[in-house]
């Protein structure tokens, strides 16, 4: 510690020098009073070049944002919050972390021992406040004079990064408490960069990646080798990834993929996947079921997995919280197919069903290019007004997701927010090689648009060209208002909000309850109407803001030049 240096900030700096050291490019602060020490450190790295910083004012907003960043990096991202209300304010995004898989660092700035349980100004039991969800949580005592408190943090960054990116990634706590000075000024002054836009590429920078905290690298399991006998489908749901079209592509097997679960493509793609199940003749011979990731999106699979007559492996890192709604899985890290013919009667038994029942419910016409050079000027007449009334169609749900989905290039990436939207797409959408992500861990409306704010913020970091699309509903942005603060100083992302505005949550129409209660009930609790005026809340935010009513408007405005945020509102009705 140098001369004139608080403990808090000798403290504070040497764990930021390791985090980035460790990998770490982004981090997120909320500002307060006994954080500084953490949040001018981060600030100092920035200004150095060495960190891409977020600041944010809703300790919520600000988890999801670091959930978005994490989500899309693969790395772990810190996340500074003073003591009090502020940590349980985190609780949202580190339970869809844990949930989900994905790295966070929680670093709550707490009170000194001296100043716990006395009824201290916002002091309460915050250590551990995560329970089971945090990876690891440690409750260290103030940075004091004595020893190197250095050292001490580099210590407690590499357990944190160790830890977060482990075998089962996930968020993390480091509870501090510090005692005034709760910092100092550094000693050379500092200039703010004018932008997020550094002379220094961060990607660039040297540094042992992330894994490397990892001491020794572990060891890939050997794999579960199956037999292909048994007739088998494979399930892929939120965040399998492409472990799970591969499986089924090997194995020539019947792949049911979600929209959100990065495996939605291939040949043995099964799209309408919902009838097929629910048909004597298809799911009723299945055998054998492979899961991968998590299945939240249709009844219909928790209902095959709880058959008595069906073998379940699920595939999983670790034993926790396993995907088995009928209590009988068997777990497995890695599958392999034996050696072996392939069954192309059981998987074209489902291809060509599946074929035929997409054909009988497509929307999409094909254009009568003989009437279009026809030499009756009648017939061309017909032709036009055909043509003109397609383009001049009332978006439904259906031709939402299809329009986002097919504005949607690789490079490009697809958020999902929980509505009915999402159900729409996982109904209709055909396969598409696309990173598409969904806080699905705890299906939440939660934090959307800070969730896809992070995502879009990582993802331009690396590249220049795509952008993010979210498609969600009125209530879920609602829900995540604050989101939308822009911050002066900072990059903004290219985004755009389509919001599907049915005003209210309609998604309960479709369940039971809306058969069993009057509509005057329903339409109180349930549906939660709201009349919010749309371009209005863009503005205010600082948006660009486009409605879309018809195709032509929907695909105009998905196509138009991003460079920052938009909002798209799409009037849909309430059926």
């Given at each position: 510690?140098?001369?004139?240096?608080?403990?808090?900030?000798?403290?504070?700096?040497?764990?930021?020098?390791?985090?980035?050291?460790?990998?770490?490019?982004?981090?997120?602060?909320?500002?307060?009073?006994?954080?500084?020490?953490?949040?001018?450190?981060?600030?100092?790295?920035?200004?150095?070049?060495?960190?891409?910083?977020?600041?944010?004012?809703?300790?919520?907003?600000?988890?999801?944002?670091?959930?978005?960043?994490?989500?899309?990096?693969?790395?772990?991202?810190?996340?500074?919050?003073?003591?009090?209300?502020?940590?349980?304010?985190?609780?949202?995004?580190?339970?869809?972390?844990?949930?989900?898989?994905?790295?966070?660092?929680?670093?709550?700035?707490?009170?000194?021992?001296?100043?716990?349980?006395?009824?201290?100004?916002?002091?309460?039991?915050?250590?551990?406040?995560?329970?089971?969800?945090?990876?690891?949580?440690?409750?260290?005592?103030?940075?004091?004079?004595?020893?190197?408190?250095?050292?001490?943090?580099?210590?407690?960054?590499?357990?944190?990064?160790?830890?977060?990116?482990?075998?089962?990634?996930?968020?993390?706590?480091?509870?501090?408490?510090?005692?005034?000075?709760?910092?100092?000024?550094?000693?050379?002054?500092?200039?703010?960069?004018?932008?997020?836009?550094?002379?220094?590429?961060i990607a660039d920078i040297e540094a042992p990646a992330t894994a490397e905290a990892r001491t020794p690298e572990p060891v890939a399991p050997e794999p579960q080798v199956l037999e292909r006998g048994p007739r088998t489908v494979v399930i892929a749901g939120n965040g399998a990834g492409p472990d799970a079209e591969e499986l089924a592509h090997q194995g020539g097997w019947p792949l049911i993929a979600e929209v959100?679960?990065?495996?939605?493509?291939?040949?043995?793609?099964?799209?309408?996947?919902?009838?097929?199940?629910?048909?004597?003749?298809?799911?009723?011979?299945?055998?054998?079921?492979?899961?991968?990731?998590?299945?939240?999106?249709?009844?219909?699979?928790?209902?095959?997995?709880?058959?008595?007559?069906?073998?379940?492996?699920?595939?999983?890192?670790?034993?926790?919280?396993?995907?088995?709604?009928?209590?009988?899985?068997?777990?497995?890290?890695?599958?392999?197919?034996?050696?072996?013919?392939?069954?192309?009667?059981?998987?074209?038994?489902?291809?060509?069903?599946?074929?035929?029942?997409?054909?009988?419910?497509?929307?999409?016409?094909?254009?009568?290019?003989?009437?279009?050079?026809?030499?009756?000027?009648?017939?061309?007449?017909?032709?036009?007004?055909?043509?003109?009334?397609?383009?001049?169609?009332?978006?439904?749900?259906?031709?939402?997701?299809?329009?986002?989905?097919?504005?949607?290039?690789?490079?490009?990436?697809?958020?999902?927010?929980?509505?009915?939207?999402?159900?729409?797409?996982?109904?209709?959408?055909?396969?598409?090689?696309?990173?598409?992500?969904?806080?699905?861990?705890?299906?939440?409306?939660?934090?959307?648009?800070?969730?896809?704010?992070?995502?879009?913020?990582?993802?331009?970091?690396?590249?220049?060209?795509?952008?993010?699309?979210?498609?969600?509903?009125?209530?879920?942005?609602?829900?995540?208002?604050?989101?939308?603060?822009?911050?002066?100083?900072?990059?903004?992302?290219?985004?755009?909000?389509?919001?599907?505005?049915?005003?209210?949550?309609?998604?309960?129409?479709?369940?039971?309850?809306?058969?069993?209660?009057?509509?005057?009930?329903?339409?109180?609790?349930?549906?939660?109407?709201?009349?919010?005026?749309?371009?209005?809340?863009?503005?205010?935010?600082?948006?660009?803001?486009?409605?879309?009513?018809?195709?032509?408007?929907?695909?105009?405005?998905?196509?138009?030049?991003?460079?920052?945020?938009?909002?798209?509102?799409?009037?849909?009705?309430?059926?």
């Amino acid at each position: 510690m140098t001369a004139g240096d608080s403990p808090a900030s000798t403290y504070a700096r040497g764990l930021v020098a390791e985090l980035i050291r460790l990998g770490v490019r982004d981090a997120v602060v909320c500002p307060g009073s006994r954080s500084q020490a953490w949040a001018l450190a981060f600030a100092e790295a920035e200004a150095d070049g060495r960190i891409r910083l977020r600041v944010r004012i809703d300790e919520r907003s600000a988890g999801f944002l670091a959930l978005g960043l994490a989500a899309e990096s693969g790395r772990p991202v810190p996340l500074v919050v003073t003591s009090g209300t502020a940590v349980a304010n985190l609780h949202p995004a580190v339970l869809e972390a844990h949930h989900s898989r994905i790295p966070l660092i929680v670093l709550s700035a707490d009170r000194p021992a001296e100043l716990r349980g006395i009824r201290a100004n916002q002091t309460t039991a915050q250590a551990h406040l995560f329970g089971t969800a945090a990876r690891l949580s440690l409750d260290e005592p103030a940075p004091d004079a004595d020893g190197d408190q250095a050292e001490r943090a580099a210590g407690h960054a590499r357990a944190a990064v160790a830890a977060a990116i482990g075998e089962v990634p996930g968020p993390v706590q480091l509870n501090v408490g510090f005692r005034e000075p709760l910092s100092t000024a550094r000693a050379e002054a500092i200039a703010l960069p004018e932008s997020a836009e550094f002379d220094t590429d961060i990607a660039d920078i040297e540094a042992p990646a992330t894994a490397e905290a990892r001491t020794p690298e572990p060891v890939a399991p050997e794999p579960q080798v199956l037999e292909r006998g048994p007739r088998t489908v494979v399930i892929a749901g939120n965040g399998a990834g492409p472990d799970a079209e591969e499986l089924a592509h090997q194995g020539g097997w019947p792949l049911i993929a979600e929209v959100s679960s990065g495996s939605r493509y291939g040949r043995a793609l099964i799209v309408p996947y919902r009838d097929l199940l629910d048909s004597p003749e298809y799911g009723g011979l299945i055998e054998r079921v492979i899961v991968f990731g998590h299945p939240t999106l249709s009844r219909q699979i928790p209902a095959l997995l709880r058959r008595t007559d069906v073998e379940t492996w699920v595939v999983s890192a670790d034993g926790i919280e396993l995907f088995d709604p009928g209590h009988s899985a068997q777990r497995a890290p890695r599958i392999a197919v034996a050696a072996g013919p392939i069954d192309r009667d059981w998987l074209g038994h489902w291809v060509v069903a599946a074929r035929e029942i997409t054909a009988e419910r497509s929307t999409d016409v094909a254009p009568d290019l003989e009437a279009a050079h026809s030499h009756d000027p009648a017939t061309r007449l017909a032709y036009v007004r055909e043509e003109f009334k397609a383009v001049r169609a009332r978006v439904d749900r259906r031709l939402l997701v299809e329009s986002v989905w097919r504005a949607t290039w690789p490079h490009d990436r697809l958020v999902f927010g929980a509505s009915r939207l999402i159900r729409v797409a996982d109904e209709v959408l055909p396969g598409k090689k696309l990173r598409v992500f969904a806080n699905r861990g705890l299906a939440g409306i939660d934090g959307t648009i800070a969730t896809s704010t992070g995502i879009a913020l990582a993802q331009q970091a690396e590249s220049e060209t795509g952008l993010t699309r979210v498609v969600l509903g009125d209530l879920t942005l609602l829900h995540d208002v604050g989101g939308m603060l822009r911050v002066p100083g900072e990059q903004s992302p290219r985004i755009q909000i389509i919001v599907g505005n049915d005003h209210g949550g309609t998604i309960f129409a479709g369940l039971e309850v809306a058969e069993s209660t009057p509509d005057a009930l329903a339409e109180r609790v349930l549906y939660t109407p709201q009349e919010v005026d749309l371009e209005a809340l863009a503005r205010a935010y600082g948006w660009e803001y486009r409605r879309a009513k018809t195709r032509a408007d929907l695909d105009q405005a998905l196509t138009a030049p991003t460079t920052g945020p938009v909002l798209i509102e799409v009037p849909l009705t309430r059926d």
